[in-house]
Antibody
Framework: EVQLVESGGGLVQPGGSLRLSCAAS????????MNWVRQAPGKGLEWVAN????????YYVASVRGRFAISRDNAKNSLYLQMNSLTADDTAVYYC??????????????WGQGTMVTVSS | SSELTQDPAVSVALGQTVRITCQGD??????ASWYQQKPGQAPRLVID???NRPSGIPDRFSGSSSGNTASLTITGAQAEDEADYYC?????????????FGGGTKLTVL
């Protein structure tokens, strides 16, 4: 079964750090771009970051650039998101998502169940 | 960065047809994909960038596009289609390969 399972969420104080993980199974992880998408409580989806198949290219939404770092370990079929200098605005459910191979499109064909990050004192 | 605009809310009578739209400059260069999200659940792909339906998505869901507008059409809406719907596409700002989502449309089936 093709599956993504996130972990690592929790409660963190403002200014703190957290590392999210996403374990992939059921497909050849190294063949796909991977993404993090978040959703603040009661709000819409916001793309956070993506990473190329071999990890050589990474892109971020402006609001997290310089604070968050996406990475992957293809040997472990795992995706990561290191989050530093967290603020209340980063409070959200964080999803990892696989980007399917559709030319000229960004189709997220597999999603994890999400992990909640709460930034609060 | 690019933006995608969706109507915040749309309603449809049971069994009728509804179209949800997504507008943005990036759609002149890139295809939109569509996602359904029900309360407490992760999003689910319903239409990919080539307007194809993944396995398990009913054929009442279809996609189309024209110019800077992409559309998701549900023909014969069912009660279980009540959900939030989001579009996304590539962010077309230069060599930056980011992604942008629309703000979402809450579909109510009456």
């Amino acid at each position: 079964e093709v599956q993504l399972v996130e972990s690592g969420g929790g409660l963190v104080q403002p200014g703190g750090s957290l590392r999210l993980s996403c374990a992939a199974s059921g497909f050849t992880f190294s063949n796909y771009w991977m993404n993090w998408v978040r959703q603040a409580p009661g709000k819409g989806l916001e793309w956070v970051a993506n990473i190329k198949k071999d990890g050589s290219e990474k892109y971020y939404v402006a609001s997290v650039r310089g604070r968050f770092a996406i990475s992957r370990d293809n040997a472990k079929n795992s995706l990561y998101l290191q989050m530093n200098s967290l603020t209340a605005d980063d409070t959200a459910v964080y999803y990892c998502a696989r980007e399917g191979v559709v030319v000229a499109a960004t189709t997220f064909d597999i999603w994890g169940q999400g992990t909640m990050v709460t930034v609060s004192s | 960065s690019s933006e995608l605009t969706q109507d915040p809310a749309v309603s449809v009578a049971l069994g009728q047809t509804v179209r949800i739209t997504c507008q943005g400059d990036s759609l002149r260069s890139y295809y939109a994909s569509w996602y359904q999200q029900k309360p407490g659940q992760a999003p689910r792909l319903v239409i990919d960038g080539k307007n194809n339906r993944p396995s398990g998505i009913p054929d009442r869901f279809s996609g189309s596009s024209s110019g800077n507008t992409a559309s998701l059409t549900i023909t014969g809406a069912q009660a279980e289609d009540e959900a939030d719907y989001y579009c996304n596409s590539r962010d077309s700002s230069g060599s930056y390969l980011g992604v942008v989502f629309g703000g979402g449309t809450k579909l109510t089936v009456l």
